[in-house]
């Protein structure tokens, strides 16, 4: 056989090499474009899973969460005055005592109602005369007594808050007209109780204040 038939033997194997070298090579870049084309859409397809799963704790909270009973604990951190109302409630005032230069006297809310309410805080207090008008300035604040909580008031039960002024003979006479009634406005109520002015009372240095309700008589 001559030498150029031995290269014509040769010839197909090393073209067909070289075929398969570039289909490996067409096949391995197409992996590749195959892998990058598939993970985002892997990741697009698992993003809103995780989206839904986590909705409900970001929605979780109760339609009432800022509710509460008004004689719980959260009324009380909120300040609230409680659920007594001025229609269950008696209105008295009473003298109790004379100490340190000042006439102290026992303002009183006695529970009418049938069931106990709640009650916090403070009352409005005004003197009036026999005709309704007012005496003076409204009682001040003080932290005088023992109260500031909020408390449960059973029915027929009574809160106490103190009352104090000056005696007349620290202030050299100086007084406000003796009251015939005192006008009571219960702590978060905007309407007021009525009730006779002890005898004892009248208000003089332009001193009258009151202080919180306490459970007990001062």
Known sequence: MSVWGKHQVRRPSALVALAAAGALSLSACGAEKEGTATEP??????????????????????????TADPGGEEAATQGRGGDCTTDMLKAAMSASGQEMNSKYFDLALTNTGEGPCTLKGYAGLSLTDASGARIGEPAERSQDGSGGGLLKVAPGKAVHAVVKTPGKDVTDGDCWKKPARIKVYPPDNTAALSAEAPAELQ????????????????
């Not at 859409?41 to 969460?65: C, F, I, M, Y």
């Not at 003089?204 to 459970?215: H, L």
């Open 41 to 66: 859409a892997s990741a697009e397809r698992t993003a809103p899973q995780a989206a839904s799963s986590a909705a409900p704790d970001a929605t979780e909270q109760p339609d009432g969460s800022g």
């Open 203 to 218: 208000v003089c240095g332009d001193t009258f204040t009151v202080g919180p309700f306490a459970a007990e008589a001062p």
